[in-house]
């Protein structure tokens, strides 16, 4: 069975400070790979989405940037952080009409 | 464009109240995907239901029903019999026949239910 793992849960970081979070799927092959981010009190938000390796879109501009060095891997970093890049971010996975979400990381950048 | 609208913010019943979580939606597409996801605190997303957008058909699973209507593009989800365990978000959301993966989502309504 296909399962999506993400990592860190949970991360507190300075201000200017570099980030990375990575997203691994387990059980299937070439899928479609998303990062969603929520802020606080708002909806999910698409920042980045790729259908294969080294293959990057960009939905909305901001201080983060996304790779795909292998199939099932997708990381989403930045060099500095900024305050408004807290929230909480999701990976996602697609096949078919469908798409599974990862746990989550909350992010605070203090 | 592509576009989801939750307007309900935040809606509170006491349990054993029925509620509606409304959701409309605005894409160019002829085929397109409805999803509703239950978010609880933990954060994680859960599927609830997915809807093409051939299928008006209503659907109920147990105490969850769903009424599609292209004619208002709507996808609305009703509660009945609300429970304390269904407090959490809800979102609504659309993908389109480019990239069915690619989702759009509403902002979410929080649904407080108390005892």
């Known amino acids: 069975s296909q399962t999506i793992h993400q990592w860190p849960a949970t991360l507190v970081q300075p201000v200017g400070s570099p980030l990375s979070l990575e997203c691994t799927v387990e059980g299937t092959s070439n899928p479609n790979l998303y990062w969603y981010r929520q802020a606080a009190g708002r909806g999910l938000q698409l920042l980045f989405y790729?259908?294969?390796?080294?293959?990057i879109s960009s939905e909305v501009p901001q201080n983060l940037s996304a790779s795909r060095p292998q199939d099932r891997q997708f990381i989403l970093s930045s060099k500095k952080l900024l305050l408004s890049d807290s929230g909480f971010y999701l990976c996602?996975?697609?096949?078919?009409?469908?798409?599974?979400f990862g746990q989550g990381t909350r992010l605070t950048v203090v | 464009a592509q576009k989801v609208t939750q307007a309900q913010t935040e809606i509170s019943v006491v349990e054993k109240e029925d509620v509606t979580l409304d959701c409309v939606y605005e894409t160019r597409d002829t085929t397109y995907y409805l999803f509703w996801y239950k978010q609880p605190p933990s954060g994680e997303l859960v599927f609830l239901i997915r809807?093409?957008?051939?299928?008006?058909q209503n659907e109920i699973s147990g105490r969850y029903s769903w009424n599609f209507q292209k004619s208002t593009s709507s996808f609305n989800f009703t509660i009945t019999a609300s429970q304390v365990v269904d407090s959490a978000v809800y979102f609504c959301?659309?993908?389109?026949?480019?990239?069915?993966?690619?989702?759009?989502f509403g902002s979410g309504t929080k649904l407080n239910v108390k005892p």
């Open positions: 790729s259908v294969g390796i080294g293959q």
């Open positions: 809807r093409n957008s051939f299928d008006e």
């Open positions: 996602a996975w697609g096949q078919g009409t469908e798409a599974f």
């Open positions: 959301a659309l993908s389109e026949r480019d990239n069915f993966n690619k989702f759009y």
